[in-house]
């Protein structure tokens, strides 16, 4: 079965600083990934996903992420942190599996940013 | 942007009620979803919908759930017979047609408080 496990349930960096959301997944066949934000009191929206072709992807509000096969690994980036990202992170997988259409989510990760 | 919406933003009923959650997906969309977020914990697959059928459905998504589409605009999610466990954040989402790779698309959710 997919599974993702996101490191730290919470991450804390400063206004300008670089944020690493961490992300990895479990599968004997890489899966399609996807990072999906949500802030207070809204839905899931999605910031980025790797389906195929260029590992590094780019997404909404200055995000990045690179799908590294070697590592099973999705992390997100962001050279510069703003106030407005502090929300939580969710990363997800969707199975290569023929009429598979579930995500499965990690716990997500909550950023806050600080001034 | 077209969007998912979904009523009620919040409600409350007592244990052992029947609850209906409705959702207006996309208007071109296919793929039908009901996820659920309890408080604190990950993002969970409930069951997905295409075709007018159930095509996957987790082990949550016991006899005391139900999906319908009624009229073709909306899609709901019925629990029977509430239970305090079912309080949780729902969210329907959909996707259109093509392949795992596509975008899906949530809702703001509906909090349902079980008391």
């Known amino acids: 079965a997919q599974s993702v496990t996101q490191l730290g349930s919470h991450v804390s960096v400063s206004e300008g600083a670089l944020v690493l959301l961490r992300c990895n997944y479990s599968s004997s066949v890489p899966p399609y990934l996807f990072w999906y934000v949500q802030y207070p009191n809204q839905g899931l929206q999605l910031l980025l996903k790797y389906t195929t072709g260029a590992t590094l992807v780019k997404g909404i509000n200055g995000f990045e992420a690179e799908f590294k096969k070697s590592e099973t690994s999705f992390h997100l980036t962001k050279p510069s942190a703003h106030m407005s990202d502090a929300a939580e992170y969710f990363c997800?997988?969707?199975?290569?599996?023929?009429?598979?259409?579930?995500?499965?989510f990690g716990q997500g990760t909550r950023l806050t940013i600080n001034p | 942007e077209p969007e998912v919406t979904q009523t009620p933003s919040h409600q409350v009923t007592q244990m052992g009620q029947e609850v209906i959650l409705r959702c207006v997906p996309i208007s071109n969309h296919l793929y039908f979803y009901w996820y659920r977020q309890i408080l604190g914990q990950k993002v969970e697959f409930l069951v997905s919908?295409?075709?007018?059928?159930?095509?996957?459905k987790s082990e949550i998504f016991d006899d005391q759930f139900s999906v319908e589409r009624p009229d073709g605009s909306n899609f709901t999610l019925k629990i029977r017979s509430t239970k305090l466990e079912d309080s949780a954040m729902y969210f329907c989402a959909s996707s259109a047609p093509g392949g795992a790779g596509n975008t899906i698309y949530f809702g703001e959710g509906s909090w349902l408080t079980v008391v």
């Open positions: 997800a997988v969707r199975p290569l599996i023929q009429g598979a259409q579930k995500l499965v």
């Open positions: 919908f295409y075709n007018n059928e159930i095509s996957e």
